[in-house]
Structure formats: C-alpha cells, structure tokens
C-alpha cells in the first residue's frame, strides 16, 4: 500500500497539471479580478476633457446605470475596441462614461476627433490617481455601475462582440430586472 | 505601459495570434516570450528623508508585485502604472502610514495577487501548513524506521561483541 | 536542401531511438543475447544523427539560412558569431534539440563507460534511455520543428533575444540540461534495477550472505558516479544561471524564485538526497527501495521542469512560448514515463528493509534526516510553484507567491541541515561515539560563536541575519577542516582521503562559502537609486561615486548611452565603470547592461536609468554596494568541483565479484548476472 503513495500523489499532479492547460487555453493568466465587484465604486471627481472647468463626480452618476471605460491615446489596443463599443453603446441602452487615463487632454481630443465619440460624457485622468483608485493596470479597461454606484461587472481589456454578448448583457438585463419591480 | 504597448512588434505568427486574442495584454505577452521589459528595469530616485526610510521603501515595494509585467516587483518594473505605485507607496509613507495599511490599500484596489507575500488565510492554508505537515509525517515514519533498525542492531550487537570496525570507517 | 536533411536526420534519430528501446529490453526479458547486442549499435546511430541534425542548425545560423523559420526568428546579419552559435538554443525548437543531443551525450558515455558492467543490465539502461529520446524525438517532430520552412526566404532575421546576447548565456543552458538530463542516467539505472528483479528477488530470504547482500545493490554502486557527475553540472548550470541573471537583469540580485529557477532547483534538492541516500544503499545496504524512488524522483523532475517551462502554465520570468498542444504532449509523456516508472516501482520494489542495522546515533540516521530535510524543501519549493495554479483549481482566486515565501520556508527547512553538516562526517557508519563527535567540534563551535559575536560587536547595523551567516559558515567550514584533521591522524598514510571523500569535504566546504556569501550579502547590501548631475560625487556604502557623464557608444548591433562613474574609496580610486542602456538593431525595447568592478569581499555595480531632467543633464543611476557576493557563485563552484571529485573515485567502477550461483536458464543467468546475486 505505501508503494502506491507516490504513485497517487503524481496521478493528484498530473490532475492539476492537466487542469492548468485547460484553464491557461480558457482563460487570460494575466486577469486579476477585481475586488470591487459588488462594492461601491470609488469616489472620484474628475475635469471633464472638452469642459476642464466642469468635474463629474461619481455622485453625479448616481440614479442610473452607466458603463465606465477606461481608455487612453496611447493604447493601441483601444483603437481595436473603439468601434466596436461605438456600434454597441447604443443597443445596450445605458449611458457610457469615457475615463482618458494618464493621458494628455490634447491628445486625447484629436484621438476623440479622428475615432469619433460614442461617450456621453468624458473625464480626464491624467495622473491616473482615479486609475488605481479603480484598480486599473490594463486599459482598454471597463466598468458597469448600477444606480445605486455599485461595481457589477468589470472587463478587463478590449471587449469584443461575444463578450459583450455573453458577459456584459445579461449584467444589463439582470439590473434591469431587479430596477423593474 | 506606454512604452510597452507601442514597442515594435516583431516576429512569429504564433506570436501574433495570441497578441491578436488577447491584445490588451501585449505587454505580458511581450515580456514573457521575448523578456523584453526584464532588463529595462526602473531607476528611479525619489526624496527619502533618511536611509532607513529608503531601506524600508525598498523592502516594501520588493515583496509587491506588478501587475503590468507580472513577473516583476513593484521595485523593479518599469511600466508607468508601477512607478505610480511607488509613488503612491512613497507617499503614504511620508503620510505616515504602515507597512500594513499600505498593503491593505493596494489589495483593496488589486487583489492579494499584489502580494509576493501570500496572506495567511483559509485559501492559503494548504500552501502554509503542507510543508510542516510533511517534515512532521516525515519526522514519524523516519522515528519509526530508526527505532526498529536500532533494536534489530541491539540484538545483533547481543550476539558479536565486535561494534563497528574502525576501519570501516569510509 | 540542408535543412530538410536535417529533419531527416530527426527522423531516423527517432527509428533508432524506438530501436534502442523496444530491442535490447524485450531481449534482456527474454534472455536473447542478440538483441541485447543491439543497445550499443542502435545508441552510437541516434547519435550520429541526432550530432548531424545539430551541426546542420547550427549551420543554418552561421550562413544566415532565413529560409529556416527558427533561425529568422532568432538571428539577423548583425549578430556576432558566437551568438549565432549559442542562438542554436536561444528559443524552444533549437533548445530542445539541445536537450536530446544532451541525452545522446549521456548515453553514449554510459555506452561507452560501462563495457565491464553486465550487458543485460546495460540493455536496459540503455533501453530506457532510449525511450526518454524517442519521446523527446517525437515531440520535436510532431510540435517543434527546428527545421521548419519560412518560404520565401526572408532578406533579414528579427533578432536573438538581447538579453541572451551575453557569454554566460553561451554556456548555462548547456551546463543546466547537462544536469537535468543527467539524471536520466541514474533514472534508467533504477528502472533497469527494478525490471530486472535486482530488488525484489529473494528480499525476504534469511540466509543471504554479505555477498549477496553487495550483489543486490551493485547498480547503486554503478550509478553513484554518474549521478555525482550529473548533479555536478546542474550545480554549475544553476551558479552559472544565478550569476548570468545577477549582471545582466540589472537588478543585483541573485535568485528570483521565478517558476523556471524552481524548475532546475527541485530537481537540484532531489538530487541532493539521492546522491546521499546512494551512500547509504551502496556501502550499508539500507535505504533501498526509497533511493530507487529517489533516483525516480529527480529525473521526474526534471521532465517536470521542462514541462513548466514549455507549456506556459505558468507566468513565468524566461518562459518559452507557451501552446497547449506541446504542453498535453509533454504531459503525456510525462504520465507515461513517471506514472509507469513509479508503478514498476510500486509493483517491483523491495518489500523488505534491507541493509545493515543502525543505531540512533549514527551517520545513517544523519542522512535520513538531510533526506528528510531535502525531499521536504523540494515538495515546498514544487507547492509554492503550483500554488497558484492550485488556488484556480480551488477557487480561492489569484495567489503570488514569491521570494517572501520561498525564502522564510527554504530557511526554516535548511537551518536543521545546516546545523547538523558537520556531524555528518564524524558520526560513524552504524554507531556513533557522541561524545567523541562533541569534543572534536566543539573548536569549530566555540569559533563560530566567537566570530558571531564579534561580527556583530566590530560592525554597525548587521542584521541578525549577517550574524547567523558568519557563524553558520564558520561552524560548517571549519567542522569540515576539523574532520580533514581527524582523518589526517587517525587514518594510515595512504588511505587518509578517497576521492569520494575528498569530494565531499569539499562540496560541504562550498556549502560553508555558499552561507556566507547568501547572508552576508542579504543582510549588508546597499542600495541606492541616485538622481546624478554631471561631476557630482554622492557616497553610497563607504564609496564615493563621481559621474563624469554619459556618452554615446557603438556596439556590432547596438548603438548605446554609455555613462561614466569613477568609484573612489577616500582619495584613491577603485574602479571606473560604465554602465550602459542599448538599443539593438532587431528592435526591442531599451536593455540596461550594467558594469560591475567585482571583488572577493564586494562588488560595486552600477546601472543607469533615464535622463531625470535634460536641461541640467541629470541622469538617474542605481548604485550597489554588494558585500561577499561572489561567494554565493563560489560555494557553488566549489559543490561542483565535489561533484566531480567523488565521481573519480575508482572505487565506483569495480566489478562485481563472481559469486557461484548457477542458474538454470539463459534469462535467469542474465538476470543473475544483472542483480549480481544468485539468490535462489
């Protein structure tokens, strides 16, 4: 009987090995989920980037769901997210916050100007306190806020039409469903 | 992270299919199959009031983990978001607070993955007691072994009187 | 044309190898002297093929074949000679034909050094042998094929990795898949052990001679050697790899526990207790069944190793590309090879301790505690590694565990071993005169005592740490000397000191300058990153450090900013260093090479960052002061250099003695001869 031991042990490895290749091809090893699922989101309170003298708080948010996405000039990848969120901002239904995240304001708007704008409002980071505050490390980054400022849903890096399909609507539905009664 | 995301990309179709799956995470990817950020690391000088506040700091931000190139420390990783960090780190010093409440702060915002140092709770038992509980079962059948061959040498030595030749030493 | 020919060459590699396995095994089961023959011949093909299948990859580099995907990617007109060569194996395909001529290298000195050895018994080691090829074979074929096609050739290469254009880059990975492979050798010693009953027949007999006894254990005897020489070279792999990563990263320091480090390190600590346990099977008998698992163990590890480094199931510092059909692949090869080797061992393992009786104290005790020690810290170093992958399993969401972890539980499971070195060596075989052990130590106790003491007294601010380390170094270093005097006076001239003996002393001394470089250079290193002006002069660690400036530099295929810091102890000066940052033609980021002006008691090593302002030309630079830093590769050197020399000792290579057993049939004499007993 002990001389199986060893053998059980390497058959318990082979399991987890077996088990990592799985979830190395399903899942992005370098997703670290987020703590604020089901918490408040962060209190911030940023210039907006076409009216810098105006500031958007969180507490203006608050009564209505929006989308919070996490995006900057220099992200190649967010070119690659961009029209893709600018088709689907609108079957979605909800309001959609553009964060510019350590970024420059002037850059940003010839970003904004040459892409286009499917944001209904847009605030600048650009020390990227209110980044880390959010627990960004990777933009293109998104957030789903219900309307009660808590965090429900939070994608890391760009969303495609699947994940949007798959993930982010039925987040959607199921706060509708809750708001509805 | 800029300078990460806009480097050249070179080679290899595999490489490019899985920067193209995952495009966000080019900097990962980058840095594990090409160690490109790995010797870029962070200099970076910053107003300490005194060596053991320097000597701290550097303790501190050696056992977090960046999450831009993983596979560096707060210390040493030269994407933007980790020098915002040991900024932040910094500053929280000056402001007086402890090495705990400063981990506490970035876990809120990152998840224990910022912690070299894995915390001691129920999800970490396994990694914290295991190697005791092996040197311990280890220790009983090892106890075990050498009791039974010591009685078996105490009979025999019953029988010779001859212990050990020294020459046998070797 | 070449290159397919080189594939070809793969090719037949691999009918030769599934020759060298299924022949001479199935012969030496069946008792047919003809195809035991065939192990030898079918060994020297392989290599010749797989030899040629390296020399035409390493031929494609040197005349710049971008035609050959592997070397395009890996290679461009820039690059230097030297790095074309070491470019062979600066990826996977080209790393892992690295690993199979490694094992070809392996076995042709098994072949060939073991021609007084039983030839049934060699059919199978070699048998086994050449299935770890086949495998490896087959694997390079199916996944990873180094000779794969980029048509049309491409006008210029990308680049070898920059940060593998670098000379110790030349020689640690062969000198760490020497040592990982290595293994294989008393792997298949135990295996052919095990198959050919050598452990299983006649354990329960009570009338066994002395004889017989020796004869059941021969293949330990035999295997001793090799595994000292295979532990040897994955001690210099690693030393090489921590010093290769400690200047060219640029962080200063020496070992990351990065999951790849891990990966050479467990097989290293396995085999670490198996070439003590080997010892103890081979001079008292004892310990039998669990130096085969140990002989199982550390080349499971290292097909382990592979497979972390292969399939991208981890994060990981020097990762290969990571694909999930090479990391199924290797895992299945893994479960045949480790999951079938430990259900031989399961099935055919002597169920009976053997050996001579031993008491409490004595030196066998002694090794099972190190046994104990280092199969635990293996285990630990393999959870923390995993642990992540284990926390997915189980949900607990996404766990670090780095160098705080590792570090804490590698010291608690060491500091007994440490403790106890000494007495290793002066406790006898059997039965050890506890009193006796004392009186001779207690100079080497009351020394390290002494100079922690002092340690602490004659400097400022050294940690606990520092103490522990000059002590512990001390009462290591010195308990050896004291045990080289003991042997001096008590043995006849002559016979004083064995090789085998001498390697010991000396591996342990390393052990003694290891623990002084580690803790010391832990516990007294400084480090600064510095905001420099041109001509300013700031004191870090006792050391004035000027910077005089940065420049431009040239390289074959960088160009770099080359700065310039004058390193001054009072009036005089001690070294003038330039660090550089360089850009490569193949692109890539911006590498740091740092410039070092090393020492037996400290190394100076400087790194520049970034210009921190350019109006005033301001540039930041990392300063460190790394006191005893050498010694941590030097105990390594030193561990190696005790490898080998245990190795040499003729003592390993002598034959079994004729006993006069006579068995009734061909397959039993063989077996006989094989177990080197005719107990019957």
């Given amino acids: 009987m002990n001389r199986l031991i060893p053998l059980f042990a390497f058959f318990a490895l082979v399991a987890l090995l077996a088990f990592g290749i799985h979830w190395n091809t399903h899942h992005e090893m370098s997703e670290v989920p987020s703590p604020l699922i089901g918490k408040s989101a962060p209190a911030f309170a940023l210039p907006q980037l076409f009216e810098p003298e105006k ?127 | 992270m800029r300078s990460a995301l806009t480097r050249p990309a070179s080679i290899s179709s595999g490489l490019v299919r899985s920067v193209l799956r995952s495009a966000p995470m080019r900097c990962l990817v980058f840095a594990l199959l090409a160690l490109a950020a790995l010797a870029a690391h962070a200099i970076d000088p910053l107003p300490f009031k005194d060596r053991a506040e320097e000597v701290r700091f550097q303790q501190l931000t050696r056992q977090l983990r960046c999450l831009v190139c993983q596979n560096q420390d707060l210390a040493d990783s030269d994407a933007p978001l980790a020098g915002d960090l040991r900024r932040q780190v910094f500053e929280m010093m000056h402001a007086g607070k402890s090495d705990a409440e400063i981990k506490d702060y970035l876990v809120a915002r990152y998840n224990d993955f910022v912690l070299y140092d894995p915390p001691l709770k129920p999800g970490t038992w396994l990694l914290w007691f295991t190697p005791l509980a092996l040197v311990l079962i280890g220790a009983f059948v090892l106890a075990r072994i050498v009791r039974a061959r010591a009685r078996q040498a105490l009979a025999e030595s019953q029988k010779t009187t001859q212990p050990n030749s020294g020459d046998d030493d070797w | ?417 440490v403790l106890l070195l000494p007495l290793g060596p002066m406790f006898r075989w059997a039965s050890a005169d506890w009193r006796a052990t004392i009186r001779a130590l207690i100079p080497a106790f009351a020394l390290a005592l002494v100079a922690g003491v002092l340690a602490k007294l004659m400097t400022t601010g050294l940690s606990l740490r520092g103490v522990a380390g000059v002590a512990a170094s001390l009462w290591v270093g010195i308990g050896i000397v004291l045990y080289a005097i003991k042997r001096w006076r008590e043995a006849a001239p002559g016979r004083r000191y064995t090789p085998e003996m001498l390697g010991m002393m000396l591996a342990h001394f390393g052990v003694a300058i290891f623990l002084a470089g580690v803790l010391i250079t832990e516990a007294a290193s400084v480090e600064s990153d510095l905001r420099f002006l041109p001509n300013e002069t700031k004191t870090v660690g006792g050391l004035d450090f000027r910077f005089v400036g940065v420049q431009h530099a040239q390289g074959p295929n960088f160009s770099a900013d080359e700065g310039t810091l004058e390193v001054r102890k009072g009036d005089q000066l001690v070294a003038t260093l330039h660090p550089q940052k360089r850009q490569y033609v193949g692109g890539g980021s911006v590498q740091t090479k740092s410039d070092i002006d090393p020492g037996l008691l400290r190394d100076v090593y400087v790194a520049l960052g970034e210009p921190v302002d350019p109006a005033s030309g301001a540039w930041a630079v990392r300063v460190y002061v790394k006191p005893f830093v050498r010694w941590i590769w030097l105990g390594g050197l030193l561990m190696m250099l005790g490898g080998f020399t245990a190795a040499a000792d003729r003592r390993f290579r002598a034959l079994p003695e004729r006993r006069p057993a006579a068995p009734r049939r061909a397959s039993d004499q063989i077996a006989g001869t094989a177990a080197g007993a005719g107990a019957r």
């Fill in chain 3, 1 to 417: 044309m070449l290159p397919e020919l080189g594939q070809f060459a793969l090719i037949l590699a691999l009918l030769l190898a599934a020759v060298q396995c299924a022949l001479p095994v199935f012969g030496a089961w069946r008792g047919n002297a003809a195809l035991v023959a065939v192990a030898r011949p079918a060994v020297a093909g392989q290599a010749v093929f797989v030899v040629l299948a390296f020399a035409l990859l390493t031929y494609a580099f040197e005349t710049q074949d971008f035609s050959v995907a592997y070397v395009a990617q890996n290679s461009n007109l820039a690059l230097p000679w030297y790095y074309r060569f070491s470019a062979v194996w600066g990826a996977h395909e080209g790393s892992l034909l690295l690993w199979i001529l490694i094992l070809n290298v392996w076995t042709v000195a098994v072949a060939t050094f073991s021609r007084r050895l039983p030839d049934v018994l060699i059919a199978r080691v070699l048998g086994v042998l050449g299935f770890i090829a086949f495998g490896f074979l087959l694997f390079t074929i199916l996944t990873s094929n180094p000779f794969a096609r980029h048509l049309p050739a491409l006008a210029d290469g990308a680049d070898l990795n920059p940060i593998l254009q670098d000379p110790g880059l030349i020689m640690h990975p062969p000198m760490l898949y020497t040592g990982y492979v290595g293994f294989s050798v008393a792997f298949a010693f135990a295996i052919a052990a095990l198959l050919g009953g050598a452990e299983s027949t006649g354990a329960k007999s009570p009338t066994r001679t002395p004889a017989e006894e020796q004869g059941l254990t021969d293949w330990v005897r035999w295997a001793r050697p090799w595994t000292n020489v295979a532990w040897a070279f994955l001690t210099l792999g690693i030393t090489l790899g921590s010093w290769w990563a400690y200047y060219v990263l640029g962080w200063g320091g020496w070992w990351f526990w990065d999951p790849v480090e891990n990966a050479s390190f467990m097989p290293w600590l396995v085999g670490t207790a198996l070439i003590h346990s080997q010892a103890v099977t081979e001079k008292r008998g004892g310990f039998r069944a669990w130096t085969l698992l140990l002989s199982i163990f550390a080349f499971s590890l290292s097909l382990l190793g592979t497979f972390l480094v292969r399939s991208g199931v981890l994060t990981s510092v020097h990762a290969f590309a990571s694909d999930p059909k090479r990391g199924l692949f290797i895992l299945a090869f893994l479960t045949i090879v480790v999951g079938g080797s430990l259900t031989i061992y399961a099935l055919r393992a002597p169920k009976v301790a053997g050996g001579r009786p031993f008491h409490l104290l004595s030196r066998e005790t002694l090794l099972l505690v190190n046994n104990l020690l280092f199969t635990c810290a293996a285990a630990m170093v393999l959870l923390g590694t995993l642990y992540p992958l284990i926390g997915d399993a189980l949900g607990v969401g996404r766990i670090s565990v780095g160098p705080p972890y590792f570090g804490f539980m590698f010291f608690l499971l060491m500091l007994p071993a």
């Fill in chain 1, 55 to 181: 500031t958007l708080s969180g507490k203006d948010l608050l009564g209505a769901p929006y989308l919070l996405n996490v995006f900057g000039s220099w992200c190649p990848t967010c070119q690659y997210e961009h029209p893709i969120l600018t088709q689907q901002i609108k079957r979605l239904g909800i309001k959609l916050v553009g964060l510019d995240w350590k970024d420059e304001p002037a850059d940003a708007k010839r970003w904004i100007g040459q892409f286009g704008n499917p944001y209904d409002v847009l605030i600048t980071d650009r020390d990227g306190r209110a980044g880390i505050d959010f627990g960004v490390y990777m933009a293109p980054e998104t957030f789903l806020v219900d309307a009660k400022g808590v965090v429900r849903y939070k994608r890391i890096g760009m969303f495609t039409q699947e994940n949007i399909r798959d993930e982010l609507m039925p987040k959607i539905a199921e706060m509708q469903r809750e708001a509805a009664p």
